[in-house]
């Protein structure tokens, strides 16, 4: 099994351990470092609106109409001239003449001074009305005699309001929401479900966007299986776990079959990779005898990065082969995840023409403190629960990168600085969700 515990590098020669560690990069730089090689895509495709969810825009999208296109009711009442019912109060009420109130107006309906017309929520406002009065505001005349509810059942021939209404209440003009040739959104807008019902409403049933990025996913380790193992073997499940995030993050990726530790059998896998936008193996990144990676790495093209102050995912190497960025995750488990989500995340973005956004956070205080080391940036794994009122974050682990369970059954993690030298018990903390999709 290859070594990628960031405390305890394997046992090999010399300059292998101290190759590529001697420096700790910040995790910000390394970022920078990585930034400098990777181009947003060029490749554009026109998507249907339905099928748009999460892609980003290439081109700027313009409304094709107004929304509302007719001025329609924002509540169900009756729609009036404001001025019929001016003065209008308990003492001396304003009657007008109910006509057509069985029915919703119809487009296009005048109305006469004196009179209203029932309308319903998002009905158009007949011509010459510039009011709409809610059906609660008012009291439906039967006949000119019997003042109350109409509980015969039939249409009222009356209306009576005991005060005014003012000019465009509840009435929604055209445009309101939208106007025609109004401008929605700028390339690079990573498109919402939201945005695709504004989008439809707007008349736009497709769009322009980046395609997206494509990865190749390399598990390597001569030990790893796909299911039942043995004495000496591990399940793979790295490359399922990236592959899975690479979707979410708005990418698609291929899921490659296990490579072994060989140096001709890892170099060919990242030529024929080459065609994706991006490569990334996991494991054997560290310094140990079957940790090659970064010597093969090295040999098709530069590595740019090689050890990480970061912890987990120290070991993790970053490079570049003919112009295609190679992210060569480390083999455990917690240090894979967050390494992916430190570094490959933000790579997909980039890729896409977006910059990666913050995860979102949730404030907890710590029911016991959190050590660090001074220099590295430390990702704390953290429970969630309630105690006397207040959400408490209880750690699951501080170290221990192959322990898988301690990711997948927390409920995030803490970020914690490089200047910082521990958490203390009782600290007020933001926990991060770091499996929150764009």
Not at 196 to 221: D, F, H, N, Y
Request: proline share 9%; aromatic share 2%.
């Amino acid at each position: 099994m290859t070594t990628d515990d960031p405390e305890r590098p394997a046992d090999g020669g010399a300059d292998r351990r101290t190759a590529g560690f001697q420096k700790h990069t910040p995790l910000s730089e390394a970022r920078e470092r990585l930034r400098e090689f990777v181009e947003p895509i060029g490749r554009l495709e026109p998507v249907g609106i339905e099928r748009a969810d999460g892609r980003v825009l290439a081109e700027a999208v313009a409304s094709r109409r107004d929304v509302p296109n007719y001025r329609r009711a924002a509540m169900d009442g009756y729609a009036l001239r404001s001025e019929d019912a001016a003065g209008a109060s308990s003492r001396s009420p304003a009657v007008l003449e109910a006509a057509g109130a069985e029915v919703v107006a119809p487009q296009g309906a005048t109305l006469s001074p004196g009179t209203a017309v029932r309308v319903h929520t998002g009905s158009v406002v007949p011509d010459a009305a510039d009011a709409v009065v809610p059906i609660e505001r008012v009291t439906e005349i039967e006949d000119d005699t019997d003042v109350g509810t109409n509980d015969a059942g039939g249409p009222p021939t009356a209306i009576e309001l005991a005060e005014p209404i003012a000019p465009g209440e509840n009435v929604a003009p055209v445009g309101e929401d939208v106007t025609a040739g109004q401008a929605l959104y700028e390339p690079g807008h990573r498109l919402r479900p939201s945005d695709l019902g504004l989008l439809k409403a707007a008349g736009i049933e497709e769009v322009s966007v980046r395609q997206q990025p494509t990865v190749g996913v390399v598990p390597t380790g001569e030990e790893l299986v796909q299911r039942d193992p043995g004495p000496g073997e591990a399940v793979e499940t790295n490359g399922l776990t990236v592959s899975r995030l690479v979707g979410r993050w708005g990418a698609r990726a291929e899921y490659r079959n296990v490579v072994t530790d060989d140096p001709d059998a890892l170099r060919a896998a990242i030529q024929r990779d080459l065609t994706k936008d991006v490569i990334v193996t996991t494991g054997g990144t560290s310094v140990g005898q079957r940790d090659l990676l970064p010597e093969v790495l090295a040999e098709l093209g530069e590595v740019v990065v090689h050890g990480v102050a970061l912890q987990p995912g120290h070991p993790v190497c970053l490079g570049v082969v003919e112009d295609t960025p190679v992210l060569c995750l480390p083999g455990y488990p917690v240090s894979c995840i967050v390494t992916a989500v430190q570094l490959l995340r933000p790579v997909l973005h980039w890729l896409s023409g977006t910059e990666p956004d913050q995860p979102p956070t949730r404030p907890a205080t710590l029911t016991r403190k959190i050590e660090s080391e001074p220099g590295t940036r430390t990702f704390a794994r953290v429970e969630l629960d309630a105690e006397a009122g207040q959400t408490v974050a209880r750690p699951t682990r501080t170290k221990g990168a192959g322990v898988l369970s301690s990711v997948a059954l927390a409920d995030g993690w803490i970020e914690i600085e490089p200047g910082v030298e521990g958490l203390p018990e009782g600290e007020l903390v933001a926990v991060q969700n770091w499996e929150w999709q764009p």
